[in-house]
């Protein structure tokens, strides 16, 4: 049962993020909705309160209900938590529209871009609900199992409305899960979902058994792409600096957890894409932001060229040693103005 004196919050999404956030909701107290798309995933939970698929072995705080009803994930809630895929984001917002509440606030815990418009989470739910929503963002270095496992993690909830963002602040910080705030939407969702584009490059150094040098250069130079991009769209260049920046870059392309990583470690062994995404039981938003990002890049005439550079990979079939050749011989450039070159 729900405490009276505590509004409950929805988590949409049950997949491993998803399911994380609610326990660490749940267990500081807060009544949680957790709504589930799949049906053995919830049959899963409402059996043993464990999610066997996508975060196995943690069994789930007796404060989380488990539904597959929006009507009564969203009853009386104060907070929307999103947590499903970027692809996924606007068809679930238009069946969950009905039934939220008013003055609800949404936060995005998605890394992705929609390929279709080109747009973050933020401009899907403009469209969808709204300028007037109270619109949040969750971002940052943050792997599920870690969090789950209480592993001191540092995330980014940013918001246009401060009183949102320390709001939020509040509401998801724990002794092992420090949030920080900011005002900054657009640098953290584009941070978020870049980072997973370079996640895949590094990846393919690795499965090609290259060293840790190629994997800086793909870091630093990723930054520079990445700021390139969110100061051409608005962002502060220090955002990308920050937790869902630099942070969340850094932890996707040097860990074996991150599931674009892993991806482009099987891409760089020669396995083909569709081989690759067949045997994956969880999203790699990586895979289709390269294309929404590369296609974004050469609208705003944004120079992006590793970026190019796994678009091709993915989607063209290119050589990943032709790719590393072509980016290792462009034009020379002076390093401080290439990383300012549209600023």
């Keep these: 049962m729900d405490s009276p004196d505590v509004q409950p919050v929805a988590v949409i999404g049950a997949g491993a993020w998803g399911t994380t956030l609610a326990q660490v909701l749940a267990e500081k107290g807060v009544p949680v909705r957790l709504w589930v798309r799949e049906p053995e995933v919830f049959a899963g939970l409402a059996r043993d309160r ?7 072995g943690v069994r789930l705080s007796a404060r989380i209900m488990v539904t597959q009803e929006f009507a009564v994930a969203l ?13 996924y984001f606007r068809e679930v917002l238009r069946e969950l529209r009905p039934h939220l509440p008013p003055e609800t606030v949404l936060v995005s815990a998605t890394k ?9 989470m ?7 609900l709204g300028a007037a929503v109270a619109y949040a963002v969750l971002s940052g270095p943050s792997f599920a199992r870690e969090v789950a496992q209480k592993t001191p993690t540092a995330v980014t909830i940013a918001s246009r409305r401060r009183e949102v963002a320390h709001n939020l602040q509040r509401l998801f910080s724990t002794p092992y899960f420090r949030v920080y705030t900011s005002h900054e939407v657009t640098g953290a ?3 978020g979902a870049l980072k997973n584009v370079f996640a895949i490059g590094t990846g393919i150094l690795e499965g090609m058994g290259l060293g840790a040098n190629s994997r800086a250069a793909v870091i630093t130079r990723g930054l520079a792409e990445m700021t390139r991009l969110g100061v051409r769209l608005g962002a502060n260049p220090m955002t990308l600096m920050g937790l869902a920046g630099l942070g969340d870059l850094v932890l996707t392309c040097t860990s074996s957890l991150s599931r674009n990583f892993q991806v482009g470690v099987k891409l760089g062994k020669g396995l083909a894409l569709p081989e690759i995404m067949e045997g994956m039981t969880e999203v790699a938003e990586g895979v289709k932001t390269a294309r929404a990002v590369h296609l974004l890049a050469q609208r705003l005439g944004v120079d992006m060229p590793i970026v190019a550079a796994v678009y091709k990979i993915l989607y063209e079939g ?6 590393i050749k072509k980016l290792m011989t462009r034009e020379l450039k002076d ?8 600023w």
């Design 50 to 56: 464990i999610n066997h698929t996508f975060l196995p």
């Design 75 to 87: 009853q009386g809630v104060r907070a929307v938590l999103m947590s499903v895929p970027s692809h």
């Design 112 to 120: 992705g871009m929609e390929i279709e418009s080109l747009l973050t």
């Design 122 to 128: 933020e401009g899907v739910v403009r469209e969808e």
């Design 189 to 191: 969702e584009l941070g």
């Design 318 to 323: 290119l050589a990943p040693r032709e790719a």
């Design 335 to 342: 390093e401080l103005e290439a990383m300012t070159e549209t």
